[in-house]
DNA sequence: CCCTGATTCGC
DNA sequence: GCGAATCAGG
């Protein structure tokens, strides 16, 4: 694997087939295939005819992309899709019952009180919100995501996923 | 700040 | 056909 052979070979398009069907983004398959960039496996996904993951019923995306220098382009107003998608909510159970841990240092790690808490943060409450000590994740969230990796992974568990069994969720 | 996909166009 | 540049948006 990992090999830097030039071209979308049919193991490489297969691949990608694969991973754009299984909902991998364009920047993980281009990882994952290596030695090409994400915008590469944006455009062979568009020339595959595989685009439209997340298309709109109606008119694609009327994002620019390189427009001419002065072409004229006729911009049709595109009338706003209604809000699917509605991400399963986390049901911050913020209430965290102090149990008997009243130690907890509070290592450090990454975080954060909410007046440094930034837009691309990690917003996942850890901690007794009642007490000073309470703190948020920090760490780098996912691109319009209010969690990181780590916990988005545990917020937006798949219904199968969730189904099957449920994951012990504790704030920590 | 970071990321996402969509699009265009020079090569 | 390819993908960097660019865009709009989260």
């Known amino acids: 694997m990992v090999d830097a052979g ?19 983004s364009a920047s993980q398959i281009a990882a994952e295939i290596g030695g ?3 915008n590469a496996v944006i455009g062979k ?7 439209g993951r997340v298309l709109k019923a109606n008119g694609t995306a009327p994002a620019g992309g390189r427009r001419a220098r002065a072409d004229s382009d006729a911009a049709a107003p595109v009338a706003d899709a209604p809000s699917m998608l509605a991400p399963p909510p986390p ?3 913020l209430v965290q019952p102090a149990s008997s841990s009243a130690t907890v ?5 990454a975080r954060v009180t909410i007046m440094e808490l930034r837009e691309f943060m990690c917003r996942w409450p850890m901690g007794d919100p009642s007490t000073p000590d309470f703190r948020f994740c920090g760490d780098r969230a996912i691109a319009g995501l209010p969690y990181c990796t780590h916990h988005c992974r545990i917020a937006y568990q798949p219904a199968a996923e969730r189904k099957r069994e449920r994951k012990v969720v504790g704030f920590r």
Not at 45 to 51: E, M, N, S, Y
Not at 105 to 109: I, K, N, Q, T
């Open 6 to 24: 030039p071209g979308w070979t049919k193991e490489r398009v297969e691949l990608l087939k694969r991973l754009w069907s299984d909902g991998r």
């Open 36 to 38: 090409v960039s994400r």
């Open 105 to 109: 240092a509070l290592p450090e790690s």
């Open 45 to 51: 996904v568009h020339r595959l005819g595989l685009a």
């Open 91 to 93: 049901a911050l159970a």
